[in-house]
């Protein structure tokens, strides 16, 4: 089992910045990778970012790409998502989410197995 806990969520104004964490624990070695996903009210759970967590691969959301870059620290078994650039549109509540065993992809919420409980990102116009 692994253990999620998400943090650094807030309210910012647009073109501001957030930095997410999510701490693992656990049974960290058999994460492959680790990704971000948001939900805004009464919209579909999408994917953000992921990180392969091994060699370090990175993935992004087209909407996200230019301005969130995502991270990891291997010895603090953290993942980070740093956003810029944040808009309105980012509101949501953020998931850190991690996969117990290979998956092809890491853009998809079913390839994950883990959770965590969100992190509330608001952005104000």
């Known amino acids: 089992q692994v253990q999620l806990v998400e943090s650094g969520g807030g309210l910012v104004q647009a073109g501001g910045s957030l930095r997410l964490s999510c701490a693992a624990s656990?049974?960290?070695?058999?994460?492959?990778?680790m990704g971000w996903f948001r939900q805004a009210p009464g919209k579909e759970r999408e994917f953000v970012a992921a990180i392969r967590w091994s060699v370090g691969s990175t993935y992004y959301a087209d909407s996200v790409k230019g301005r969130f870059t995502i991270s990891r620290d291997n010895a603090k078994n953290t993942v980070y998502l740093q956003m810029n650039s944040l808009k309105p549109e980012d509101t949501a509540v953020y998931y850190c989410?991690?996969?117990?065993?290979?998956?092809?992809?890491?853009?998809?919420?079913?390839?994950?197995?883990?959770w965590g409980q969100g992190t509330q990102v608001t952005v104000s116009s």
């Open positions: 989410a991690a996969q117990g065993k290979f998956y092809s992809s890491s853009r998809y919420k079913s390839e994950y197995d883990y």
């Open positions: 656990g049974r960290t070695s058999s994460s492959y990778a």
